[in-house]
T-cell receptor, first 112, second 110 residues
Framework: DTEVTQTPKHLVMGMTNKKSLKCEQHMGHRAMYWYKQKAKKPPELMFVYSYEKLSINESVPSRFSPECPNSSLLNLHLHALQPEDSALYLC???????????FGPGTRLTVT | GQQLNQSPQSMFIQEGEDVSMNCTSSSIFNTWLWYKQEPGEGPVLLIALYKAGELTSNGRLTAQFGITRKDSFLNISASIPSDVGIYFCAGQVHTGKLIFGQGTTLQVKP
């Protein structure tokens, strides 16, 4: 089983809203990732968690706040987003930091 | 920074034809990964390559890790309509970070 699940599938939020994206995997993977993807472009890495600790932050604005409550769950808290933050947000996981990554289906975020 | 050059950018082929796409870089990678992404979905891992020179198949797909560790190719044989999508190569560095190519959009005419 190589399934990564993400909720919600679609999200529309205003610039003053606070929302959260959720990601879950039950493969025993120890590394989890958040990516942002614009249409017809490759995914861009945002954050990496390794053994539940934040190991990489790719200079992401503070309006995006990641959280890893346990080894199976990864959240992305959103606050005061801008319309240009509208994108597909992808979660991925891997057994270790240098192993192949498996992606979830993504959350399509629209900021109005 | 590290960059991958993926080509071709797009392909429009007839069903049954073979397809070839490749990625090159000026940097060395520890692992090469090939993903397929369909509209509205996340990338799906097709093939993972771990050793220089490695040639791996997955059904009609064949991929190779270049001997210099700076390139990789993906071949699809006897294409079918469901092969349509965007194919991304990704090189992985020792930290685990993936460097993606810009993608190859494949369209298959029945």
């Amino acid at each position: 089983d190589t399934e990564v699940t993400q909720t919600p599938k679609h999200l529309v939020m205003g610039m003053t809203n606070k929302k959260s994206l959720k990601c879950e995997q039950h493969m025993g993977h120890r590394a989890m990732y958040w990516y942002k993807q614009k249409a017809k472009k490759p995914p861009e890495l945002m954050f990496v968690y390794s053994y539940e600790k934040l190991s990489i932050n790719e200079s992401v604005p503070s309006r995006f706040s990641p959280e890893c409550p346990n080894s199976s769950l990864l959240n992305l808290h959103l606050h005061a987003l801008q319309p240009e933050d509208s994108a597909l947000y992808l979660c991925a996981s891997s057994r270790g930091g240098a192993m192949e990554q498996y992606f979830g289906p993504g959350t399509r975020l629209t900021v109005t | 920074g590290q960059q991958l050059n993926q080509s071709p950018q797009s392909m429009f082929i007839q069903e049954g034809e073979d397809v070839s796409m490749n990625c090159t870089s000026s940097s060395i990678f520890n692992t090469w990964l090939w993903y397929k992404q369909e509209p509205g979905e996340g990338p799906v891992l097709l093939i993972a390559l771990y050793k220089a020179g490695e040639l791996t198949s997955n059904g009609r797909l064949t991929a190779q890790f270049g001997i210099t560790r700076k390139d990789s190719f993906l071949n699809i044989s006897a294409s079918i309509p469901s092969d349509v999508g965007i194919y991304f190569c990704a090189g992985q560095v020792h930290t685990g970070k993936l460097i993606f190519g810009q993608g190859t959009t494949l369209q298959v005419k029945p």
